[in-house]
């Protein structure tokens, strides 16, 4: 009995074990959720933080403009609806020299309600942009560099033309110095600016 007992344990043990691998696969079988197959698969996905916002590219300026009118679209406007032709100002020189619907910008987050200007700051940028039919085709530029011209207000004058949206705009000769602030003259009075602020 003793050697039957010896011959008899391991086997039984290792039916005992067999049965409870069986039981063991069975207990796994049923009670691990459906989707636990897979996993064994496929690498669990890898939880990725979400992607930080891309940076706003820096503004670019319009084909042909100067780098500093980069972005004017975005700028505070000082006027609060588009100036039509033969505007108010237009009438006080007696003809309208940037003719079509225009917008003013100033590139000074207050101007808008009249801080800063006029007198504006040294560095400000006034960009007046003019077109017809909703095409942006004239841009004049006043700059304030201290120093540069203090009997004429210290304001650099410039202007671009383009034919019409889609084009370059491009500057000649003509279009600057005293062709610009021999009528902005008559604006002395509020720094060589026509259009005053109007917070709308
Ligand atoms: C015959 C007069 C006259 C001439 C010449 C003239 N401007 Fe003007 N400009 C005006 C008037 C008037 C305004 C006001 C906007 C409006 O009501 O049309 C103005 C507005 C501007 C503005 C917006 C700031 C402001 O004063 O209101 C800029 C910038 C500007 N002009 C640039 C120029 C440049 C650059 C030239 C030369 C290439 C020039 N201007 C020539 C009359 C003139």
């Not at 290792?14 to 691998?21: K, M, N, P, Y």
């Not at 200007?117 to 007046?128: E, M, N, S």
Request: with cysteine; charged share 20%.
């Amino acid at each position: 009995m003793a050697r039957l007992r010896t011959w008899c344990t391991p086997a039984v043990a290792a039916l005992a074990l067999g049965l409870a691998g069986c039981g063991d696969r069975d207990d796994a079988a049923g009670t691990t959720p459906a989707s636990a197959p897979a996993a064994t698969t496929a690498a669990p996905p890898t939880p990725t933080a979400p992607e930080p916002p891309a940076p706003e590219p820096p503004p670019r300026p319009l084909p042909g403009l100067p780098p500093d009118t980069a972005g004017f679209e975005d700028w505070p406007r000082l006027n609060a609806a588009p100036i039509p032709p033969d505007s108010a100002q237009t009438a006080r020189v007696g003809f309208d020299a940037h003719r079509g619907v225009k917008n003013v910008h100033v590139d000074q987050p207050g101007a808008r309600a009249g801080d800063p200007g006029p007198p504006y700051p040294d560095g400000t940028v006034l960009v007046k942009a003019a077109g017809t039919g909703g095409d942006l085709t004239l841009v004049a530029i006043m700059r304030k560099v201290a120093g540069s011209d203090p009997a004429h207000g210290d304001w650099e004058y410039v202007e671009y033309k383009r034919t019409g949206a889609g084009q370059d705009f491009a500057t000649d000769a003509s279009l600057t110095g005293a062709t610009c602030w021999s009528c902005h003259a008559i604006a002395a009075g509020t720094d060589w600016v026509f259009t005053p602020a109007d917070p709308g």
